[in-house]
């Protein structure tokens, strides 16, 4: 989310893949992910203060269009089992457990889009294209 928000290196790229599908689906706690990567940021001097007020404006923007995937004990059954078999994070195992449960448990009907390598791996493991 943070490429669709900040103008970095695949920032231009993420806009075309919006422009071609505009639904984005979440998980409940890319919000504060998002606000993490930027806080960070700025406080670290490599965002400018002018730069993050756009980027909380995008930020708001988006979340505003999106749609989030929220915590419930089928998400969570399907994190546990994600890091039972795959080497994730658990905030990666959540995202992915996400995409599962907006996938219907169908990965196939739904694509990934993420530029953490071992999310990726673990994504297309469980069948989903990724992006």
């Known amino acids: ?11 231009a790229r993420m806009l075309q893949q919006l422009d071609a599908d505009p ?13 993490s990567a930027l806080a960070r940021r700025e406080r670290e001097g490599t965002l400018p203060v002018a730069d993050a007020r ?6 708001r923007e988006l979340a505003a269009e999106w749609q989030e ?18 080497p994730l994070r658990a905030g990666d195992a959540l995202q992915l ?16 889009v993420t530029f953490d390598e071992r999310l ?7 069948g989903f294209s990724v992006l």
């Not at 989310?1 to 103008?7: C, D, E, R, S, T």
């Open 54 to 59: 756009i980027a909380w404006t995008r930020l």
């Open 97 to 112: 457990a996400a995409a599962i449960v907006a996938a219907e448990g169908d990965p196939q009907s739904l694509d990934v």
């Open 69 to 86: 995937i929220v915590p419930s004990a089928t998400v969570r059954n399907h994190a546990e089992r994600l890091l039972r078999i795959h």
């Open 1 to 11: 989310m943070v490429a669709l928000i900040l103008n970095e290196i695949s920032h």
């Open 120 to 126: 990726k791996d673990c994504a297309v493991k469980e």
């Open 23 to 35: 639904e984005i689906v979440v998980w409940w706690a890319t919000p504060v992910e998002c606000v």
